[in-house]
Structure formats: structure tokens, C-alpha cells
């Protein structure tokens, strides 16, 4: 199975949540990484999405560290959209 990852980054304005995570994070730049797997059999490369993950800083006590932590692709949708909303 052919797998690959997208990274990107993606910008909060306020502070947000997501489902899945249990604190409020800052507004600021979060790396984002999304791992695919090729759909084989077609006649064109074609990826679905197995696991999208946010990189946010750790919670205290642990300081300067940095966590991966899975969450649901429509979970960060929607604290995208809350977040666009915002700013109305």
C-alpha cells in the first residue's frame, strides 16, 4: 500500500478548541500533517485520507515541548469555520 504525507500550516486568529483535545490552544500557526493511502485498482492515482494529525504544544508541566495529537479532519474544519466566524 502506497502511503504519503501532506503537511501544511494552518492559522487560528483566536483562541480555538477541537474535539479531542481537551484544553483551549492559542491563536497562532499550527503544522497540520495528513497521511493518505493510494486507492489502488484505478486507472488514476487516487488518495484517501487514513489519519489527520495537529502539532500543538505540549500542556503544562512539560514546557517548550511539542505533541502530535490525532484528530478528526471535520473537527478542524469546523474550528476553522468557528474561527472565520469570529472575526465578523
Known amino acids: 500500500m502506497t502511503?504519503?504525507?501532506r503537511r501544511e500550516m494552518v492559522?487560528?486568529?483566536h483562541p480555538f478548541r477541537i474535539k479531542g483535545i481537551d484544553r483551549?490552544?492559542?491563536a497562532g500557526s499550527y503544522e497540520v500533517v495528513t497521511d493518505e493511502e493510494l486507492i489502488e485498482g484505478l486507472s488514476f492515482?487516487?488518495?484517501?485520507?487514513?489519519a489527520t494529525m495537529i502539532?500543538?504544544?505540549a500542556a503544562p508541566p512539560?514546557?517548550?515541548t511539542t505533541e502530535m495529537i490525532s484528530i478528526a479532519s471535520?473537527?478542524?474544519a469546523e474550528a476553522q469555520r468557528i474561527d472565520a466566524g469570529a472575526q465578523r
Open 24 to 26: 483551549s490552544l492559542a
Open 55 to 57: 502539532m500543538v504544544p
Open 3 to 5: 502511503t504519503r504525507s
Open 74 to 76: 471535520f473537527d478542524l
Open 45 to 50: 492515482p487516487c488518495f484517501r485520507r487514513v
Open 62 to 64: 512539560h514546557g517548550k
Open 11 to 13: 492559522v487560528f486568529n
